[in-house]
């Protein structure tokens, strides 16, 4: 049985959670081509404009097939792009999905990952009636791993090894967070 899992738009107080559309290729592109930004990711950096293209269709028919939604992330001031927040691997008879997210370094240290994904949450635990989120991280990345604890997310373990990308070895911690474990009131954000 296929279910429809169709892309929300979500709204914060600084944020807007939308759809991913055409427009979005350029932005996208910036993002994922940055060293710095996919340095703690499980691929390189893209090289191709491309996949940007690649990556809308792929949340499009995502969407449309009923296995994620993946939200471009813009400020609400003055729409501007500053990443995207998505779950993934929905699986509606275990009631469960991933939880990923990628910003712009501009957008480090305020506080939009917790943001964005906490409205994220929000819906899908009210919507999809989700029993488990689970979440990764490369070890390295404390910043990543703090905002998921912020969420509410427990360690849960270590994949050792589990990504090798351009020659380079790293671990990835697990996090879940249970349904009953949630907090849908807001958590401060300031400086995170």
């Given at each position: 049985?296929?279910?429809?899992?169709?892309?929300?738009?979500?709204?914060?107080?600084?944020?807007?959670?939308?759809?991913?559309?055409?427009?979005?290729a350029?932005?996208?592109?910036?993002?994922?081509?940055n060293?710095?930004?996919?340095?703690?990711?499980?691929?390189?950096?893209?090289?191709?404009?491309?996949?940007?293209?690649?990556?809308?269709?792929?949340?499009?028919?995502?969407?449309?097939?009923?296995t994620?939604?993946?939200?471009?992330?813009?400020?609400?001031?003055?729409?501007?792009?500053?990443?995207?927040?998505?779950?993934?691997?929905?699986?509606?008879?275990?009631?469960?999905?991933?939880?990923?997210?990628?910003?712009?370094?501009?957008?480090?240290?305020?506080?939009?990952?917790?943001?964005?994904?906490?409205?994220?949450?929000c819906?899908?635990?009210?919507?999809?009636?989700?029993?488990?989120?689970?979440?990764?991280?490369?070890?390295?990345?404390?910043?990543?791993?703090?905002?998921?604890?912020?969420?509410?997310?427990?360690?849960?373990?270590?994949?050792?090894?589990?990504?090798?990308?351009?020659?380079?070895?790293s671990?990835?911690?697990?996090?879940?967070?249970?349904?009953?474990?949630?907090?849908?009131?807001?958590?401060?954000?300031?400086?995170?």
């Amino acid at each position: 049985m296929t279910y429809a899992l169709p892309a929300p738009t979500l709204q914060t107080a600084r944020l807007q959670l939308r759809p991913f559309t055409s427009v979005d290729a350029d932005a996208l592109f910036r993002l994922h081509s940055n060293s710095n930004v996919m340095r703690y990711w499980d691929a390189p950096p893209w090289s191709e404009r491309a996949r940007a293209e690649l990556f809308i269709a792929t949340c499009e028919r995502m969407a449309k097939e009923g296995t994620g939604a993946r939200l471009a992330i813009d400020h609400v001031s003055d729409e501007a792009f500053i990443g995207w927040c998505a779950l993934t691997r929905w699986d509606p008879e275990h009631r469960s999905a991933s939880l990923g997210y990628c910003f712009y370094e501009t957008a480090w240290g305020h506080g939009y990952a917790t943001e964005a994904a906490h409205s994220l949450l929000c819906w899908a635990f009210d919507t999809l009636d989700l029993n488990r989120v689970q979440a990764a991280a490369d070890t390295r990345n404390a910043a990543s791993a703090h905002v998921l604890q912020k969420l509410g997310f427990v360690l849960e373990g270590t994949l050792r090894e589990d990504c090798v990308v351009n020659g380079e070895v790293s671990d990835s911690w697990v996090f879940g967070l249970i349904k009953r474990e949630w907090s849908p009131s807001p958590r401060s954000t300031a400086g995170s």
